[in-house]
């Protein structure tokens, strides 16, 4: 049972990667990415996302403002600059439960945000940009990264 376990673990970690070829956008969020992982296999600049799986991510970001309400906002950029929907259904309306330690979060401050999207089935295999941003409770940008992905079977 402990060699099962352990072996659980070790699929995991190895399944989780440190995203280098995100880009942070530059349109006025208040924080700071410190670092990107995702459960998916990123090595070749875009991560794959897997039909039928789900994709877990964790940001840790050092927030630029106070923060008491958050919302997640998930756009796909499709061509470069067509964002599709707008925005991404499915995300949770409560993202301070996504935060590690909750809300309220003080400007200055290091935490880590975790998420899981689960890849539909229908959704179609294609390359596209993920804008991922967590807004506080005036709507503000507190993070927003732009992530390759590619949807895969």
Same mark, same amino acid.
């Given at each position: 049972?402990?060699?099962?376990?352990?072996?659980?673990?070790?699929?995991?970690?190895?399944?989780?990667t440190?995203?280098?070829?995100f880009?942070? !956008?530059?349109? %006025?969020?208040? %924080?700071?990415?410190?670092?990107?992982?995702?459960?998916?296999?990123?090595?070749?600049?875009? !991560?794959?996302?897997q039909?039928?799986?789900?994709?877990?991510?964790?940001?840790?970001? #050092?927030? =630029?403002?106070?923060?008491?309400?958050?919302?997640?906002?998930?756009?796909?950029?499709?061509f470069?600059?067509?964002k599709?929907?707008?925005?991404?259904? %499915?995300?949770?309306?409560?993202? !301070? #439960?996504?935060?590690?330690? =909750?809300?309220?979060?003080?400007? %200055?401050?290091?935490?880590?945000?975790?998420?899981?999207?689960?890849? #539909?089935?229908?959704?179609?295999?294609?390359r596209?940009?993920?804008?991922?941003?967590?807004?506080? #409770?005036?709507?503000?940008?507190?993070? !927003?990264?732009?992530?390759?992905?590619?949807?895969?079977?």
């Open positions: 049972m402990k060699a099962l376990l352990l072996l659980s673990l070790l699929v995991t970690l190895a399944a989780t440190t995203v280098t070829t880009k942070e !956008c530059t349109d %006025g969020p208040s %924080g700071v990415v410190k670092s990107l992982d995702v459960t998916a296999d990123c090595s070749s600049g875009a !991560c794959h996302m039909h039928n799986h789900n994709v877990t991510l964790s940001v840790t970001f #050092q927030s =630029g403002s106070d923060i008491t309400e958050a919302k997640t906002v998930v756009y796909g950029i499709i470069g600059a067509l599709v929907p707008d925005p991404f259904p %499915g995300m949770p309306p409560n993202a !301070c #439960q996504n935060i590690v330690g =909750g809300c309220p979060v003080t400007a %200055g401050t290091t935490r880590t945000y975790n998420a899981t999207v689960f890849v #539909q089935p229908f959704y179609p295999k294609l596209l940009a993920a804008q991922w941003e967590l807004h506080d #409770q005036a709507n503000h940008k507190v993070f !927003c990264f732009v992530v390759p992905v590619e949807v895969v079977d």
